[in-house]
């Protein structure tokens, strides 16, 4: 069992930075490939960054060169460091995990937090 909480959302301005934190608790998470993904109003969830265990990553066409993603196997936390925000970004920001290789797709993902308000104003 791995439980997710995330921090670090908040209220930013266009051409802004944030950095999200994933915190993960239970046996496995450097066993565990680890997703972000959004859900903006009124939209579907989509899918953000991943790492896989071994910390090669990969992104979103929206969010290329903008944001990225690490972890801290000793901490047991992730992180989604985005820069230069735009109001389009604003989300619920949620990370995920998973066994085995890192996906873009949010059904392979075993667990789930609770996810993390991001506003970026214009």
């Known amino acids: 069992q791995v439980q997710l909480v995330e921090s670090g959302g908040g209220l930013v301005q266009a051409g802004g930075s944030l950095r999200l934190s994933c915190a993960a608790s239970?046996?496995?998470?450097?066993?565990?490939?680890m997703g972000w993904f959004r859900q903006a109003p009124g939209k579907e969830r989509e899918f953000v960054a991943a790492i896989s265990l071994s910390g090669g990553s990969t992104y979103a066409d929206s969010v290329k060169g903008r944001f990225t993603i690490s972890r801290d196997n000793a901490k047991k936390t992730v992180y989604l460091q985005m820069n230069s925000l735009k109001p389009e970004d604003t989300a619920v920001y949620y990370c995920?995990?998973?066994?085995?290789?890192?996906?873009?797709?949010?059904?392979?993902?075993?667990?789930w937090g609770q996810g993390t308000q991001v506003t970026v104003s214009s």
């Open positions: 995920a995990s998973k066994r085995g290789g890192a996906t873009m797709t949010a059904e392979r993902y075993d667990y």
């Open positions: 239970g046996r496995t998470f450097s066993g565990n490939a």
